[in-house]
């Protein structure tokens, strides 16, 4: 009968206003959750084998609820330097526990370091990434199984030798050409017998921590040119004849610019100095007219050092960590010296909507989402990484009552439709008497 087929109608409408009014509460309770995507109720009508012609019986409406994971919210400032976002497309790879084999996926940054120094989010998962090595590389693999708990605690107290030095020097003009020049021969500075007219000691450090002194010394041997020598004091500290590392020439050109291709290559090759004390090194890199902070002249002021760089010794506790937009995590020692330790990729998916709701602002990979892929950010369509950033809900309040209003106001229809056809049956209920 199609009285009853109205009042099935009626019930199926109740049921999908409900649900749909359910999503409105979800999206507005969470309008200020980090990371949250909202939903959206979608309906689709279901229909009966009625005919054009003759009685006709109503159908229902069924609830299509569209999760909109794809969806970007807004990057907002974050209060932690290790709150992080996302700028476009991809995922954070995630973990319910370190060392857990579970695998899931957000875009809730709010990472902070448990007690023993690993981050994770408000939901609870803990954030992974590729450790890399100690110069700062890594294998992109794409494997997530390769991936680590991000630690940022447990890298204090470490010794790091120095691997560059950095000096803005300049050698005076007005120097007079040295007048034992021409008896200068390798260690003769390093010795004194042939004194230096500018000379500059820094400190480098071995593997352990260990302080060894290195001194940069010159003498003017022509118009633009210098002799240079780099020496360890006491020679003892080291096992090379003399202590010394690098001898040569240093060319200037007229404008009082460094001539690397005509100063000797072996002056500004990597320093591998060998430690007696059994420390120990890695081969130190000379940095050179790379920038304003490393450059070498020869102007008419006064011969000097303006500012050092150099790396190494004992590092510390960490006082920060900051993050690059390729998602490479940086460790800030207390010393000032900074360190690559891990690489964050991004997981992308051919169709993010179809990702699996997990608590905590997380989601799972599908048959629908399709297999997660790895990237490293700003690689393979992933986007770039936001440092000291949270991304928003992705809630529209004045859309979300919008939709309160329409969903309540065809909830109170299909009630309508059911006290209606109620009062229908009584009366046919009623021809019998």
């Known amino acids: 009968m199609s009285l009853y087929s109205a009042l099935y109608a009626g019930i199926s409408g109740l049921s999908a206003q409900s649900g ?6 979800d999206n507005i309770n969470n309008v200020n959750t980090v ?7 979608d309906f689709s009508s279901l229909v009966t084998g009625s005919r054009i012609k003759g009685t006709y019986a109503a159908g229902a409406v069924n609830l299509v609820s569209q999760a909109l994971i794809s969806k970007e919210g807004v990057l907002t400032s974050g209060t932690r330097s290790t709150d992080l976002g996302i700028e476009g497309s991809g995922f954070f790879v995630v973990r319910p526990r370190p060392g857990s084999q579970e695998v899931a996926y957000t875009r809730a940054g709010s990472f902070v ?10 939901g609870g998962y803990y954030l992974q990434g590729w450790p890399l090595a100690k110069d700062g590389t890594f294998v992109d693999s794409g494997s997530i199984e390769s ?24 050698l005076d003009s007005r120097q007079a050409i040295a007048p034992n020049a021409a008896a200068y021969t390798r260690g003769a500075m390093a010795r004194g017998t042939v004194p230096t007219q500018f000379s500059r000691p820094i400190d ?4 352990q921590g260990g302080t060894h002194q290195v001194t940069f010394g010159f003498i003017k041997t022509g118009a633009n040119s210098w002799k240079g020598e780099i020496y360890v004091t006491p020679p003892t500290d080291v096992t090379q004849p003399g202590g010394v590392l690098a001898s040569g020439n240093v060319v200037f050109d007229s404008f009082g610019k460094l001539d690397l291709a005509a100063s000797d290559p072996a002056f500004f090759a990597d320093l591998t100095p060998t430690w007696t004390n059994g420390a120990g090194t890695d081969p130190i890199k000379l940095s050179v007219n790379k920038g304003a902070n490393d450059s070498w002249t020869q102007i008419g002021s006064a011969s000097g050092v303006g500012s ?9 506790k960490v006082s920060s960590v900051a993050f690059s937009k390729q998602g490479v995590v940086t460790a800030v020692y207390e010393n000032g010296t900074t360190r690559d330790i891990y690489r964050l990729p991004l997981a992308t998916f051919r169709n993010p909507d179809g990702l699996q709701r997990l608590g905590g602002d997380a ?22 990484v936001a440092g000291g950033k949270l991304e928003a809900s992705t809630t529209d309040l004045a859309a979300e009552f919008s939709d309160m209003i329409r969903f ?5 229809a299909s009630s309508k439709i059911i006290t209606t056809v109620d009062d229908m049956l009584q009366e046919l209920n009623n021809l019998k008497r």
């Open 20 to 25: 749909a009014m359910a999503t409105v509460a």
């Open 35 to 41: 990371g949250y995507k909202g939903t959206k109720a």
């Open 113 to 122: 370091p448990d007690k023993n120094g690993d981050l994770f989010n408000q």
């Open 147 to 170: 991936m680590r708990t991000v630690n940022v605690s447990g890298l204090g107290s470490a010794a790091e030798p120095t691997r560059s030095i950095g000096l803005q020097m300049n």
């Open 204 to 207: 480098v450090y071995d593997a």
């Open 308 to 316: 050092k760089a150099i790396d190494g010794g004992m590092l510390g």
């Open 363 to 384: 989601f799972a990979a599908s048959q629908d989402s399709g297999a997660a892929n790895a990237n490293a950010a700003g690689a393979g369509g992933a986007g770039a």
């Open 408 to 412: 309540q106001r065809a909830y109170s």
